[in-house]
C-alpha cells in the first residue's frame, strides 16, 4: 500500500505544510471535501497535540508522521516523544464546566473527525493512530465511470 | 495569519487572514485583543470569512479573547464562519456560546440593536 513517512521536528510551520501534503493526498483518494476537510483537521489536531503535549515544543525532539493509503481508506500514524497520557481520563469538553475552558478539544475533535482513533503508548511516547474510510460511492474515479455506462 | 483592524465607531472589527491552528498566530489574536480592552475598545467582531484552516488551538484562542473581554465588561462576535469552521463550533457546542454573524457589518449593526 502505498505509504508517506515523514520525520519532522516540533516546530508549527510543520502543521502549515501538512495541511497542503494532506489536501493533495486525499484529493487524489477522491473523498468528499467534508472528509477531505475532516481528515485535515484531524491531522492538525494530532500533530499540534505532539509538539504542544507531548513534545513540550522542544524541536529537538521530533514528531513522527505515516500516512497509508488504499482504495478503501487513510490511516495516519503521529508519534512523539513525550511520556504519554491516559485518555480515559480525559474530561468531555462539552461538560458544562469544561465548555468556556481555552484547552482540551483535541482529542475529542480527533474522534468525532475520524472513522477509527487508537492511541499506542507502547513503544514510547505517544502514538495516535487513525483511520477514515471512504465512503461507497467514493472508491475511485474509475467504479463512479463504470456506474454511469 | 494577518490580523487587520478596522474601527467602526466603538466597535473594532478584526479580520483575519490565514490559518488558526496554535503556535504564534492565537498568541497574536489574543494579544490583539488584550490591546484593544486596554485601549478601551471592548465591542469586538471576528471576521473568519478568511481563515482556511481551524483546530481546537484555534478555538482555544477565540474563548480566550471572549473571556477576556467578557472579564472586562466586553463582548465578542464572530462573523464569516466558513461552513467547516461551523462544522467545528457545532461538534464542540460552541455554536451555542459564540454569538455568530454571517458578516462582519451584521455582527456590527448587533451591537446597536
Not at chain 2, 488551538?57 to 465588561?73: E, P, Q, R, V, Y
Amino acid at each position: 500500500m502505498p505509504t508517506v513517512r515523514l520525520i519532522v521536528p516540533s516546530r508549527f510551520e510543520i502543521v502549515e505544510e501538512l495541511t497542503l501534503l494532506i489536501e493533495r493526498i486525499t484529493e487524489q483518494m477522491h473523498f468528499d471535501s467534508d472528509d477531505r476537510d475532516n481528515i485535515v483537521i484531524a491531522v492538525t489536531e494530532a500533530v499540534s497535540n505532539a509538539i504542544i503535549h507531548g513534545n513540550r515544543n522542544d524541536e529537538e525532539k521530533k514528531v513522527q508522521i505515516s500516512i497509508v493509503t488504499s482504495d478503501k481508506k487513510i490511516t495516519i500514524r503521529v508519534k512523539d516523544e513525550g511520556e504519554g497520557f491516559d485518555p480515559n481520563k480525559l474530561a468531555s469538553p462539552l461538560e458544562p464546566n469544561n465548555i468556556l475552558k481555552e484547552n482540551g478539544r483535541g482529542i475529542f475533535i480527533l474522534h468525532s473527525l475520524m472513522d477509527k482513533v487508537k492511541f499506542d503508548f507502547s513503544a514510547g511516547g505517544t502514538e495516535v493512530i487513525m483511520t477514515k474510510y471512504k465512503k461507497p460511492l467514493q472508491k475511485s474515479r474509475k467504479s463512479l465511470t463504470l456506474r454511469t455506462i | 495569519m494577518q490580523i487587520k483592524e478596522e474601527i467602526r465607531d466603538d466597535v473594532a472589527v478584526l479580520y483575519l487572514k490565514g490559518n488558526l491552528m496554535g503556535g504564534t498566530d492565537s498568541t497574536e489574536l489574543h494579544e490583539k485583543v488584550k490591546s484593544l480592552i486596554a485601549d478601551k475598545v471592548k465591542k469586538v467582531v471576528i471576521d473568519l470569512s478568511k481563515v482556511k484552516w481551524m483546530n481546537s488551538s484555534g478555538l482555544g484562542a477565540l474563548m480566550g479573547c471572549m473571556t477576556s473581554l467578557k472579564n472586562a465588561d466586553g463582548e465578542l462576535k464572530i462573523s464569516g464562519a466558513t461552513e467547516k469552521i461551523r462544522n467545528l463550533f457545532m461538534i464542540t457546542k460552541l455554536i451555542t456560546i459564540f454569538d455568530t454573524y454571517e458578516t462582519a457589518e451584521r455582527a456590527v449593526a448587533s451591537f446597536k440593536s
